[in-house]
């Protein structure tokens, strides 16, 4: 890649090449000290020279120091990386950008997560009202189907109570499919029963719909959370577990919840193809916004033939 010259550079050498500029002009020009510039005379206008260079750095150094910073700042930011900021200087031309700079992230942190909450409490309220109608309505009027093709087929021929039978088991196979997905997008055994329970629901159901072994660990003692981060760890890992039933293939997979230091620690670990997460898709961008909201922070590691880890870290209540 080409070099880019930073800001100071390229003021500083524009300033330089007039200076040397006016310099040359000034030892050839009749307008010289001398008509034939004597050694003592070019001595004298390379040192005046030199050290109008050297103040110009000094000057400029300071100026545009905090601009290159910045810069190069907007260049890397994430926003779902938050808390970076640049170090104010106490004075000069660039304080006050540095200043608008730091304060511009703080809004742009402050309206992005108060978005992502009204966006995520708005898909969790469709969820629930999407798992209702799925419980209520799709639910009650196959179990009705299931009790009428009971009836006929008692009362029908035997050569139809075969075909009958294998009717009723397709719905009823239907039914069970109506019910997981009601589950999957209203956790109501979190809400009954408590994080640990939801989770390991949660892997039973991964296990006997893939027919990948999930091996669960789950420490004891564990600080209690907030329903908002539960809730959080509980979307998280049903998330990993659905990206590890579309893509990784795995053969094994290992969800564990412990606590390090003053966070509590989801991970959910695969032995399939891998991936590091350096080109993430929505699922795992939702798993990072839904982290931020709780304070968390959520990273994949992984590679080809080395699995895939999904980790989440929650802050403990103080």
Known sequence: MAWQPSLFWKVFL??????AVGTLALVVSPASVSRQ????????????????????ALFLRRSLTPVDRVVAQMATVELLKPGHRLAEPSSGPGAQLVRGYNAMLDRLEAERSASNAQALAAQEAER???AQELHDQVGQSLTVVL?????VQAQAPPELAEELGLVRESVRAGLDDIRRVARE?????LEDLGLHSALAALASDFAAHTGTHVRRTVARGLPALSPQAELVVYRVAQEALTNVARHA???????SLTRLGDRVVLEVRDDGRGTD???????LLGMRERALLVGGEVTVTGGPGLGTTVRLAVPVPS
Do not use: C
Not at 185 to 189: E, F, K, N, S
Not at 249 to 255: E, F, I, K, M, R
């Open 14 to 19: 524009t300033n330089g090449v007039v200076f």
């Open 37 to 56: 510039p004597l050694l003592s005379e070019v001595l004298v206008l390379t040192v005046g020279l030199g050290l109008m260079l050297f103040a110009d």
């Open 128 to 130: 629930h009202r999407i």
């Open 147 to 151: 009790l009428g093709l009971k009836q």
């Open 185 to 189: 997008l209203r956790p109501g055994v």
């Open 249 to 255: 293939h795995a053969g094994q997979v290992t969800l």
């Open 277 to 283: 997460g350096s080109h993430p898709g929505t699922g």
